[in-house]
């Protein structure tokens, strides 16, 4: 009997302990989004929001659909936007790439990918040069979701819907 109440303990020990997978394991961010606006439109939103933003456009081909955007990062901001840990980071700049598909005459698929540069400096303050990261995808959201608020939403009130037809 004794063992048999050590041996459901120790069961209820090591199922109960929680494992949680390691961080670069979760979900990944999108790095592509469609939206049901013909390109043309979308190109003029995505170039006045960009400006709008204070964005340094560096290339812009509206017929292949290139945006190249350069996006400088803070010292604060240097392990936001990486896979990993830059020690030593002061700061960098993101070469941020999006690419605009037309699906058909009312939906565009908009591909966003992002080259991440970080300055590093050694323990005695003299640079140690600049190393390339990979992105973590969270800059790519932060523009896929920069075009998102910048589209013209349809204002629905259901409340002023009910209303109208009360009278």
């Known amino acids: 009997m ?9 069961l209820l020990l090591f199922l109960g302990c929680a494992v949680h997978p390691p961080s670069y394991l979760k979900k990944p961010i999108e790095r592509q989004r469609i939206f049901n606006v013909p390109k043309g439109k979308l190109w003029n939103i995505i170039i006045q929001g ?6 340094i456009i560096t290339f812009t081909d509206m017929e292949s659909g290139i945006i190249i955007i350069k996006y400088h990062i803070t010292e604060r901001e240097s392990n936001k936007y990486i896979i990993g840990n830059a020690i030593g980071a002061t700061g960098g700049t993101a070469i941020v790439n999006m690419g605009l ?3 058909d ?3 565009t698929k908009i591909y966003v990918n992002a080259k991440i540069s970080i300055n590093i400096i050694n ?10 990261f990979i992105s973590n995808g969270k800059l790519e959201e ?5 075009v998102s ?14 209303e109208k037809t009360k009278k």
């Open 2 to 10: 004794k063992k048999a109440y050590s041996i459901t303990i120790m």
């Open 50 to 55: 960009l400006l709008e933003e204070g964005e």
């Open 101 to 103: 598909l037309s699906l």
């Open 105 to 107: 005459e009312n939906r």
């Open 123 to 132: 323990q005695y303050g003299f640079s140690a040069g600049v190393i390339n």
């Open 142 to 146: 932060k523009y896929l979701n920069l």
């Open 149 to 162: 608020a910048a589209l013209p939403q349809e204002k629905k009130y259901e409340w002023l819907k009910e």
